[in-house]
């Protein structure tokens, strides 16, 4: 019995949440006009005591399920459904006129209570739903603090450790410094990562801060393989380089952010004893950065609202995350001028790539003395 009046009132609900559109919301109004004079001529006893269920039902329905101007166009139909069935029978105005005027004044106070009732209701729903929202929001703000900050606590953590070590022994002092460096560069990194989460929380419009200059696009890269590889020792991870160097135009900091959650995915999203590969290349004028896993892929239909704030695959709950690595890095990624995309995912695996702004060189010019030394 309870779970039939739970079914019955969730009914009740879903009906006074959905809004209709106006032809099913007159319709509705018509409707129920209809229904009452037709039970009234079926059942001539029905509404005997007086004519107010001809009023009270269908304005009633019709106000709270479509609104004022409806539940208006029932009030005028049920006023002449109710003057018709008002001894004498048949409009007589000099015997019920003046109830005419009372049917309809009846009507209209009926109309004005059930479309308050309905305002009151969706203004309630709406409250309701956006505190559900605010806490799905609270709740992934927490987990993502988690789930941002624990790579760079750990790779804080452990190269403080090597300091430590380094320290103690004479034979690597010489080490120390490149630890700490390293070290330092990570708590810089926690310090963008909190203004990050600021900015997460506060709105969707709000710019990531970044701070653009010429940056080794290779040695970025390996940077984050060492990094990947500290942090999962099992993982085999392969890097491909260019024979040369490239320059692109980033953000140091915000690079490695970029690529530390791109590498964080592929980890996520495939077996532990599948590669993830890594590779850097100079491709139509852009630095591009490849990141291939060997996961099952992504589907068509998620291939771009994995890129949204909190967007995730539909079949990846089981894997932890709130959706905002990648959002948080096509973000970055366009801030410095880039791009990322992703650029292929089939059964055989995903691959995302980034593409930054390519510094050329520009040509050394010979000083004077080299100039007079070549003549």
């Known amino acids: ?87 004498p029978a048949g409009f007589v105005w000099g015997a019920n006129g003046i109830d005419v005027i009372g049917f309809f004044v009846e009507g209209l106070i009926v109309a004005l209570l059930g479309a308050g009732v309905r305002g009151a209701f969706e203004r309630t729903a709406d409250n309701l739903r956006r505190r559900e929202e605010l806490e799905h929001e609270r709740s992934a703000l927490i987990a993502t603090v988690n789930h941002e900050l624990r790579n760079p606590l750990a790779s804080l953590s452990g190269h403080l450790q090597l300091a430590a070590r380094y320290a103690a022994r004479d034979d690597l002092r010489e080490r120390v410094p490149r630890a700490l460096t390293e070290a330092n560069q990570q708590v810089t990194r926690l310090l963008r990562l909190a203004d990050d989460l600021v900015v997460i929380s506060r709105s969707a419009d709000e710019a990531f801060q970044v701070e653009n200059e010429t940056v080794d696009l290779a040695g970025a890269v390996e940077a984050a393989a060492r990094r990947v590889g500290g942090l999962d020792p099992n993982r085999t991870i392969t890097v491909a380089l260019p024979a040369t160097p490239v320059a692109v ?89 880039g791009d990322l995309q992703l650029a292929e995912s089939s059964s055989a695996g995903s691959v995302f790539a980034l593409s930054l702004v390519l510094i050329e060189s520009a040509p050394e010019v010979p000083t004077t003395e080299e100039a007079s030394a070549a003549l």
């Not at 009132?9 to 409707?31: E, K, N, T």
């Not at 599948?274 to 060997?294: C, F, I, N, T, Y």
């Open 1 to 87: 019995m309870q779970a039939a009046q739970e079914r019955l009132l969730d009914l009740a609900f879903a009906m006074l949440r959905r809004r209709w559109r106006w032809p099913v919301r007159y319709g509705i109004a018509v409707a129920t006009t209809l229904a009452v004079a037709a039970l009234k001529f079926v059942v001539p006893a029905f509404g005997a005591p007086g004519p107010d269920v001809f009023l009270t039902v269908p304005v009633a329905v019709a106000a709270i399920l479509a609104g004022f101007g409806p539940a208006l166009v029932a009030t005028i139909g049920t006023t002449l459904l109710a003057a018709w069935f008002t001894p």
């Open 249 to 337: 135009s980033a953000d140091p900091t915000r690079l490695d952010q970029i690529l530390d959650n791109l590498l964080r995915n592929a980890a996520s999203y495939s077996e532990r004893s599948a590669p993830v590969e890594l590779e850097a290349s100079v491709e139509k004028g852009r630095g591009v950065v490849r990141v291939r896993d060997h996961g099952r892929g992504i589907d068509p239909a998620d291939r771009e609202r994995i890129f949204e704030r909190f967007g995730r695959g539909g079949d990846n709950t089981e894997v932890p995350g709130m959706g905002l690595g990648l959002y948080v890095s096509r973000e970055l990624a366009t801030r410095m001028g």
